[in-house]
T-cell receptor
Framework: TAGITQAPTSQILAAGRSMTLRCTQD?????MYWYRQDLGLGLRLIHY???????GKGEVPDGYSVSRANTDDFPLTLASAVPSQTSVYFC????????????FGSGTRLTVV | GQNIDQPTEMTATEGAIVQINCTYQ??????LFWYQQHAGEAPTFLSY????GLEEKGRFSSFLSRSKGYSYLLLKELQMKDSASYLC??????????????FGAGTRLAVHP
């Protein structure tokens, strides 16, 4: 089973350029999330979506946008990348079961230069 | 405000027992999760506590005291492969994002022979 697939695995991006990080899940989970992970800060929520057609802002949404056109896909877009967006980005999903843990993708390592 | 504290690093000996503590102060509380993350990999779900007490799963146990805002993860019969970061996360439902998890910065555990 694939679970959650993220692409690309890693990317070097010039400052000012735009980029979309892709996330696809095949578990029919309703809720999906984007986190960034930085050394010493842990995982911080960027945006989330509780169900297809809805999205919400997390702790650090500035500079990022998301869409949720269907259940499976939850892309994250950086409109104009800045060096502070250098990070490891994780996509996650979960079912609505109260005790269900998140399933994480393998991550995208992004370097903005 | 939201605050989740856990020790930055711990070391332990193969075969021993280690306890990783987590204290939290969050606007709301609807469950506490522990995740394991090996270097360069995605976090994986370990345990979930929503009521006070101990949850046991093989070599791993997790405890919760909601009145004290405190949890711990207990790892028994440590193995070298248990060397990883352990992330404490609280589900906060006050902001309307029922499914959002807030993560601590993680505890890096090194198991040595």
């Amino acid at each position: 089973t694939a679970g959650i697939t993220q692409a690309p695995t890693s990317q070097i991006l010039a400052a000012g350029r735009s980029m979309t990080l892709r996330c696809t899940q095949d578990m029919r989970h309703n809720a999906m999330y984007w986190y960034r992970q930085d050394l010493g800060l842990g995982l911080r929520l960027i945006h989330y979506s509780n169900t297809a057609g809805t999205t919400g802002k997390g702790e650090v949404p500035d500079g990022y946008s998301v869409s949720r056109a269907n259940t499976d896909d939850f892309p994250l877009t950086l409109a104009s990348a800045v060096p502070s967006q250098t990070s490891v980005y994780f996509c996650a999903s979960r079912a609505y079961d109260r005790g269900a843990g998140y399933t994480f993708g393998s991550g995208t390592r992004l370097t903005v230069v | 405000g939201q605050n989740i504290d856990q020790p930055t690093e711990m070391t332990a000996t193969e075969g021993a027992i280690v306890q990783i503590n987590c204290t939290y102060q969050t606007s709301g509380f609807n469950g506490l999760f522990w995740y394991q993350q090996h270097a360069g990999e995605a976090p994986t779900f370990l345990s979930y506590n929503v009521l006070d007490g101990l949850e046991e799963k093989g070599r791993f146990s997790s405890f919760l005291s909601r009145s004290k805002g405190y949890s711990y993860l207990l790892l028994k019969e440590l193995q070298m492969k248990d060397s990883a970061s352990y992330l404490c996360a609280v589900r906060d439902d006050v902001s309307g994002g029922y499914n959002k998890l807030i993560f601590g910065a993680g505890t890096r555990l090194a198991v040595h022979p």
